[in-house]
């Protein structure tokens, strides 16, 4: 290993110029397009005005995020993202590990590979399409419940019932991406050294525990690097899915902040509210990150950046 | 590091020039005929009945305006329906507009004239509006002009909204036929609630087309709105029988505002509707359905009856009729509940939308002139068939009126019922057609007498010129009219208020969130009263003070 990394540094002290200039076009594109917009934050401290511009328009300091906390459903909202974001992280982490542990077992080629193959194909496709697909499946007469009719049970309104739709949420969304983020788990697996397990087979180890004792833990550090990637997005609870799937008679269980906010923001043209409300998203996210990588840091002493 | 550098600068320069192409300056473009190139935005419609190979950009409307004026109109963006508001949005929000564009609502007009995004068109249209024009106007008493105009600045051109009568419920006729039920019997043009509800009972029963869930009442979930053409699907006509009118801010005889849609009387309404849900009678997926689902419903026979305007078959229920020739409609206005024997009905006259022009706009008079053209020289001309056959050709395949250059109407405030009874007359021989005055009118007779003449089986296009101007207009809205027996409301105008563009989305989010659960029954409604005061705590006591304040200086 030791003599690896020094191979490595040297070519990069010979070629230095070369990798930098292989980052050139990363950071440029950053900073045009992630970098340089972020003036237009300055809008969320005022009165913005299209005709005049960031530059032109009045500033009314922290009016707006006042504003953001009197809104009579914040909480409401506010809950639901977090409760819709949570439980989709935790399932979206989990199922994946699980079918990756599981779809690494199967030894047959072309099954693990046509299994894969269909897994992913929802990820492709958009909420859009997706929406109409779910909505035939679900609703009063769509084919689940003709299912529970069949077995004697009654129909659910799963669209229009503030106790399952946001379980139909998560549902779905761990249905569209679990088999793509199973991805990175299945690369992960597969970097685990074969010595181990050979290992472990000559102490008689069985499968589970060979699951338990070296996959898992092999797997251990993308997982936390995926999970920490992931707490900055727990107050995106997806708006192309929300926004697809739901209707006012779920707003209680199903409006996410991006839903509200852009009902509230946007339709009314008060662009200022927008941009507020996606600052405190951003900063939210930003200390997340940072709090949760320090907590990986001093719990089990990995640092992931 | 020499080369270096020069690779980074090139690199740097070549990412701002793709940049900056992307915002374009306000030059004057021509095309390779010399033609000016304009450009504007369009609001489309998904049946928009085009010919093959025509579009948006390239139709019998723009190749006439290409000839007339010379100016080539190129779509910024082409957008259906509430798409259209969001594209309007977004180009004033990134102040990337096109050249025109029609703005569906007052709030937008005038946050484009406090922003200065649009022209003043006062001296263009003083010079430029066709004596025609400007007495179309006139027919309005200005009301539309006035709307258009700031600090005596006339800011924009008004589509006008002629007063359109009482609102209607559709029924499959043919389902009617079938089962023998007789509506209407003293013949004036409306039907009771009782009538309505046992009409929907005896379909859901009965099941005429034998599906597998049949509804009786299919409603979108905002139930109520103003506007008469934005009462399709909703409840509004219902509820005006109850003398609710939700959605509207009124005013009472000592002048006090109030909003419709926290009355006793709505209270009333959604206890009925509430029946309807309870029975089985309003769709019991009421709350979820997209305005897609219900014309889908129609389209499939699972449900007969469909709340909306006059000429609600020129764009949705021909759909119905196409996949399903059988399938007939016939048009009740409903009857008040407090058996007075009057028709409720609110009258809007003013201006619908509004024609701007981008400020900077070379040349604010093409708006006008487009205008002209197609609002006056066309329709005026003494022999359309002759002059622009390709236009007769549209107005014979009923193509949408989305296909001209802009979607508003300019219509004389006195066309609407009294033209279309002055053309069933024509159609029922009690003149001669060829003494109808306006030429489009001949049009419409002659297409409307195919169908009189021979019932079996019309062309769609002939039958939708039918259902509307004959039956629609000229005898279900007519009659009423005729009968002295029409109670319309006029809702005062308020424009500009600052706490309803403030608080406006949420007090909507509010109201319809609250409205589908008391007539679901999830939230009882003996909590009305909780509903008016939440309303009026997020914001309504608010716009209420502000539109008193306006109402109380025009009063003097």
Partial sequence: MEIQHKKIKKRVTRNELLFIAMVIPGIVFLLIFSYAPMYGLLMAFQDYIPAKGVFGSKFVGLEHFQYILKLPDIAQVTKNTLYIAIMKMIFNTVLPITFAILLNEIRVLWVKKSVQTIVYLPHFLSWVVLASVVVNLFNLDGTINQILNQFGLSSLNFLGSNQLFPNLLIGTDVWKEFGYSSIVYLAAITSIDPGLYEAATMDGATWIRKVWHVTLPGMLPFILLLTILNVPNILNAGFDQVYNLYSPIVYKSGDVLDTYIYRIGLIGRQYSLGTAVGLVKSVIGLVLIFGSNKFVEKKMNRVMF | ?556
């Fill in chain 2, 1 to 556: 590091m020499g080369k270096m550098r020069k690779f980074l600068i090139g690199f740097v320069v070549l990412s701002s020039a793709l940049l900056v192409t992307g915002c374009g300056g306000g030059k004057e473009t021509k095309n390779a005929k010399g033609d000016l190139i304009v450009t504007i935005g369009r609001q489309t419609i998904q049946n928009s009945k085009l010919p093959k190979g025509d579009t948006y950009e390239n139709n019998a409307y723009t190749k006439l305006v290409e000839k007339k004026l010379g100016v080539e109109l190129k779509s910024t963006f082409e957008a259906n329906g509430e798409d259209y508001d969001r594209q309007v949005s977004l180009a004033i929000a990134s102040g990337d507009m096109p050249d025109l564009m029609v703005v569906n609502s007052y709030d937008e007009l005038k946050e484009l004239v406090d922003n200065d995004l649009i022209e003043d068109l006062t001296n263009y249209y003083d010079k430029n509006a066709s004596k025609n024009i400007k007495e179309i106007y006139e027919s309005y008493d200005s009301i539309p002009l006035k709307e258009a105009t700031f600090d005596d600045k006339l800011m924009a051109i008004p589509g006008t909204s002629v007063d359109d009568g009482p609102g209607l419920v559709w029924i499959r006729k043919d389902w009617l036929d079938k089962l023998g039920i007789k509506l209407d019997a003293d013949g004036n043009g409306a039907i009771t609630l009782e009538e309505l509800k046992a009409t929907a009972k005896t379909f859901v029963d009965k099941n005429p087309d034998n599906v597998a869930k049949p509804v009786g009442l299919a409603l979108n979930y905002w139930l109520a709105a103003t506007g008469y053409g934005n009462s399709t699907f909703t409840s509004s006509t219902i509820m005006h029988s109850f003398g609710a009118f939700p959605r509207y801010y009124l005013a009472d005889k000592s002048g006090k505002v109030y909003y419709g849609s926290t009355t006793n009387e709505t209270k009333k309404a959604l206890t009925y509707l509430k029946s309807w849900y309870d029975e089985g009678l309003l769709d019991p997926q009421f709350g979820t359905r997209t305005f897609d689902d219900i014309t889908a419903m129609l389209i499939n026979g699972e449900t007969g009856i469909a709340p909306g305007p006059w000429h609600l078959p020129g764009w949705n229920l021909s759909q119905v009729k196409e996949s399903n020739p059988e399938a007939d409609f016939v048009p009740y206005a409903i009857e008040n509940q407090n058996g007075d024997g009057k028709i409720n009905a609110t009258s809007d006259k003013g201006a619908g939308s509004f024609i701007v022009v981008k400020k900077g706009f070379a040349h604010p008079e093409l708006a006008l002139k487009i205008v002209n053209l197609i609002y006056d020289k066309v329709p005026n001309s003494d022999n359309i068939q002759k002059e622009y056959p390709d236009l007769y050709k549209y107005s014979q395949l009923d193509v949408d009126g989305t296909a001209r250059p802009f979607n508003v109407e300019i219509y004389d405030a006195n066309s609407g019922i009294e033209d279309s009874v002055q053309i069933a007359d024509a159609v029922d021989g009690k003149i001669n057609i060829n003494d109808l005055t306006k030429p489009t009118d001949k049009t419409l007779a002659q297409s409307i007498k195919k169908v009189v003449d021979n019932p079996k089986d019309p062309d769609i296009n002939d039958w939708n010129k039918y259902i509307t101007t004959y039956v629609a207009r000229a005898k279900t809205m007519a009659i009423p009219r005729e009968l002295g027996i029409l109670n319309e409301i006029v809702p005062p105008k308020f424009h500009g208020i600052k706490a309803l563009e403030k608080n406006g989305a949420q007090l909507t989010k509010l109201e319809e969130e609250t409205f589908i659960k008391f007539v679901t029954g999830e939230e009882s409604l003996a909590n009305f009263d909780q509903f008016i005061a939440n309303w009026k705590k997020q914001g309504g006591s608010d716009v209420l003070k502000e539109m008193q304040k306006v109402q109380d200086s025009s009063d003097k």
